[in-house]
């Protein structure tokens, strides 16, 4: 039975934001769901606390795809502080909704986007991997 999405949904899949690669970024992160397979790369660019550019990467179905890029456009602009504070719900709400089985893809953009900001703040305090 195919997947019912919102009509923001798909436009939001058939028409990315923020997609690509970015030189020398100062927060980077990757991650995969090895169950459904999709997998994200994430790069930002920080000034004065405040994410001021971010890409993505993507292998994945349309909800990973609409759902990372909905995350790049409502985080761009803010504090980090405040964009870890953006939580799935409020990620499919954007969204009009995602069925229930594709909630994990709004977890997995902001697992992604957590990482890339704990990359940065590594790099940051003088430290590196």
């Known amino acids: 039975m195919p997947l019912k999405y919102t009509k923001t949904v798909m436009k939001s899949f058939l028409n990315p934001k923020n ?14 769901n090895p169950i459904c397979g999709d997998m994200l790369t994430f790069a930002i660019k920080v000034d004065n606390e405040k994410i001021t550019d971010i890409k993505f990467l993507s292998f994945g ?14 985080v761009k ?11 799935m719900h409020q990620l499919a709400d954007s969204l009009g ?21 704990d990359d940065y ?3 940051s305090n003088g430290k590196t991997n």
Do not use: R, Y
């Not at 997609?19 to 995969?32: L, S, T």
């Open 19 to 32: 997609v690509g690669e970015m030189k020398n970024p100062d927060g980077f992160a990757e991650i995969g």
């Open 61 to 74: 179905c349309a909800a990973n795809i609409a759902t990372t890029s909905k995350m790049t456009e409502v």
């Open 77 to 87: 602009g803010m504090t980090i502080e405040k964009a870890k504070k953006v939580t």
């Open 97 to 117: 909704g995602l069925p229930k089985v594709k909630l994990h893809c709004a977890a997995m953009a902001l697992k992604g986007l957590h990482m890339a900001i």
């Open 121 to 123: 703040n590594q790099k």
